[in-house]
């Protein structure tokens, strides 16, 4: 086996499995028949309440949906999991309580209302079974970390006031703390829950749809069309498809095991190294979650903590993920160069033209949502109206495949339009009218039907792709309970603003380490929750703006998937890559070196993040201060790369090496006239290269 024993290989697969127990298909069975039908259930719900067709209270719609995770979760992870009868009766009552908490939840909601802060013992018995349920669902799925990071949380808030100043608290009584968790909108059913049941479902819901059109052909064939042929084309291809998944997916790890199913063995076959290739897609893959304009989920829960547009968190995200991407564009163009790798050939490409000329159309849903957010509206309007018209399109390509001339099927869609942009004075009922008629006259001839059946199969898909990010939102909720009933936030927080009054420097590293740490085994959500929680306002009060801090903690909660040891999108590729987890991730951090450097520099100069503030901004003007950021950014990551990779145009020596090291970090440190020596040292070795045209031994 290549680069690796056997033990490696399969612990690489054991982890692979271990992140995602429900990457295999719903059984045949008739149990995974009727979760099959759960889980389109779930998702029309879903649909539902985004489009206004249901509306229920705040509480209760979030309540409904934790109860749909619990009542398609366990079943399914006892199958995925491959349990004996005794434990899969566990999983179908643990099934059973969590919808019963729905339910109660639901029959009680005005009841509840009216006895807050005296609860019941009926009501302490419900809220007991949810906050069992949610950590032993997340258990399961992800494994002991998070489970045990929020029961140590919950602890916290029963017995903290057995510690020792100043990490102690006044002492909460059990049902205070029970019903702080399991009842209202601050803990199980907090912010992550509603976004998970609000924008996270309906985009991931999108994203299936697009997948089971064809949208990942489309990327491929586009990306291997455009940069196949260039200089080290097939890792080219990995970096753009995988961005441009990212712009509809927002998942990291699902991204390295689908476009990563094509890219890694491409990049092998062209000559990467196997842990290059699998850092390569590891790293574009997480990428997909800074991405604009779907983003990952964090940057939904990020909008609705802050109080701001969603357009305001892809703004400040769009120059770091075009840095991001063009610096791992870099990494590969120069590995290449290296090793001599050539692109395809001629007869290998598709041709980037006739792929958009042939799905073009798989475009429109995604340009409409992207004109809809950056018009103002609301995330929740624009995927509902984006998936509607993913629908739209899907249905009429069947029923287009079946008339007889061009004529027809050109008059045919014009109408479709027509009808598709009566949206905007009779809003989603004009649609729902128009998906209806789609849809009946689909059923109405075998490639129709054929057809509905990828719908409803992208319906469940999408239902069970949403159970991982929804039991995190949940579970985390936990921790943002315990933080606002105890305020345990401020004393971490206060630490973090002693150590910036005498060095800012120290305390962002300090934050990318506690960001870095936690992401060692738990999601992105709840990593971003927690240290946001903590850090965020820390931050904040050294002066960082508001948005720019989240940011900062957002970009190494994903960097932590890359890192050892543990390092889940690499440990995902690396299966597939057949080489070590491990020597993937050290071969990722090479490649992400702008994912730890642009939040770095945005936090000295917020221009980068296309915000206001900063003394360059104040001293020069805002767009010359973004200009200027952005040059100074592209340069250290030129010179970064060439230094790791050793090759530039030739190889490069040692010393030429250091001296670029040098002139990336004194270019990314905001310390007084680090900028000069960083453009001196930048100039010395651009003269040293061209002077030295000969090549060199290393």
């Not at 099934?95 to 019963?100: D, L, P, R, S």
């Not at 968790?181 to 829950?193: D, F, K, L, R, V």
């Not at 990593?527 to 703006?545: M, R």
Request: hydrophobic share 55%; aromatic share 12%.
């Amino acid at each position: 086996m290549t680069g690796q024993t056997a033990a490696e290989h399969g612990r690489a697969e054991e982890l692979a499995e271990l992140h995602d127990p429900l990457a295999s298909s719903f059984p045949p069975s008739l149990t995974g028949r009727f979760l099959f039908w759960l889980a389109v259930a779930f998702s029309l719900y879903q649909i539902s309440i985004a489009a206004h067709v249901i509306d229920l209270p705040s509480q209760v719609m979030r309540a409904v949906h934790v109860g749909f995770l619990m009542a398609l979760g366990f079943p399914l992870l006892a199958l995925g999991r491959g349990f004996g009868a005794p434990l899969r009766t566990f999983c179908w009552l643990l099934a059973a309580a969590g919808v019963a908490v729905a339910a109660y939840q639901w029959i009680e909601y005005t009841p509840l209302l009216m006895r807050a802060g005296d609860p019941t013992l009926t009501d302490l018995v419900f809220g007991c079974i949810a906050v069992v349920t949610v950590f032993i669902a997340a258990w399961m799925l992800m494994g002991p970390a998070l489970p045990i990071i929020c029961g140590l949380f919950l602890a916290y808030a029963l017995f903290g006031q057995h510690l020792p100043s100043p990490f102690n608290h006044r002492g909460y009584a059990f049902e205070q703390v029970v019903e702080q968790i399991a009842y209202g909108t601050e803990g199980i059913y907090g912010i992550p829950t509603y976004v998970s049941a609000t924008y996270i479902f309906l985009f991931i819901l999108f994203g299936s749809f697009l997948e089971k059109a064809g949208m990942i052909k489309l990327f491929t064939d586009v990306s291997l069309g455009l940069v196949g042929h260039r200089m080290g084309g097939a890792a080219k291809v990995s970096v753009l498809s995988s961005g441009l998944m990212g712009t509809i997916s927002g998942s990291g790890v699902a991204n390295v095991v689908t476009t990563g199913q094509f890219t890694i063995p491409l990049m092998k076959r062209f000559g990467y190294r196997p842990a290059f290739a699998g850092g390569v897609e590891a790293t574009a893959s997480m990428g997909g979650q800074i991405m604009p304009p779907v983003m990952g989920a964090v940057a939904f829960i990020m909008a609705e903590t802050l109080g701001v547009q969603y357009i305001e968190v892809v703004k400040a995200a769009l120059v770091p993920a075009i840095l991001y991407f063009a610096g791992a564009f870099w990494m590969v163009h120069l590995e290449a160069g290296k090793r001599d790798l050539r692109g395809l050939s001629a007869d290998e490409m598709p041709s980037a033209r006739k792929a958009l000329k042939e799905g073009w159309y798989l475009i429109l849903p995604l340009a409409v949502l992207v004109w809809l957010l950056f018009s103002g509206y609301t995330p929740l309007f624009a995927g509902t109206i984006g998936l509607a018209l993913t629908g739209m399109l899907i249905l009429g390509a069947a029923i287009a495949m079946g008339m007889p001339s061009t004529a027809v099927r050109v008059i045919f869609w014009i109408v479709l339009g027509v009808c598709a942009s009566a949206f905007f004075k009779f809003g989603i009922n004009a649609l729902l009218l128009v998906l209806a008629l789609l849809i009946a006259a689909c059923a109405a001839f075998k490639g129709g039907r054929e057809t509905l059946k990828v719908c409803r199969d992208s319906l469940a898909d999408g239902a069970k792709t949403a159970l991982p990010v929804g039991i995190a939102c949940a579970l985390v909720g936990v921790i943002i309970g315990v933080m606002t009933l105890t305020g345990a936030a401020n004393t971490f927080g206060q630490f973090i603003v002693s150590v910036g009054q005498n060095s800012l420097f120290l305390s962002l590293v300090l934050t990318m380490i506690t960001c870095i740490i936690l992401g060692m085994g738990i999601p992105t959500i709840p990593n971003y929750i927690i240290t946001s929680s903590i850090a965020g306002p820390a931050l904040l009060d050294l002066g960082v703006p508001l948005i720019v801090s989240h940011m900062f903690v957002f970009y190494f909660g994903i960097l932590a998937d890359l890192t050892p040891p543990v390092a889940l999108a690499c440990f995902a590729a690396a299966p597939i890559a057949k080489e070590s987890g491990l020597k993937i991730s050290f071969e990722a951090i090479k490649v992400a070196a702008a994912g730890f450097v642009v939040p770095f520099m945005a936090v000295y100069t917020p221009a980068l993040m296309l915000q206001d503030g900063g003394a360059l901004a104040g001293a020069i003007g805002y767009w010359p201060a973004v200009a200027y950021i952005v040059l100074k950014a592209l340069i250290a990551l030129a010179l970064w790369g060439a230094s790791v990779i050793g090759w530039l145009g030739r190889p490069l020596a040692v010393w030429e090496r250091l001296i670029a090291v040098a002139a990336a970090f004194t270019l990314v440190a905001a310390l007084p006239i680090t900028d000069e020596i960083g453009f001196a040292l930048a100039v010395v070795f651009g003269l040293l290269l061209w002077r030295r045209k000969a090549p060199v031994s290393a």
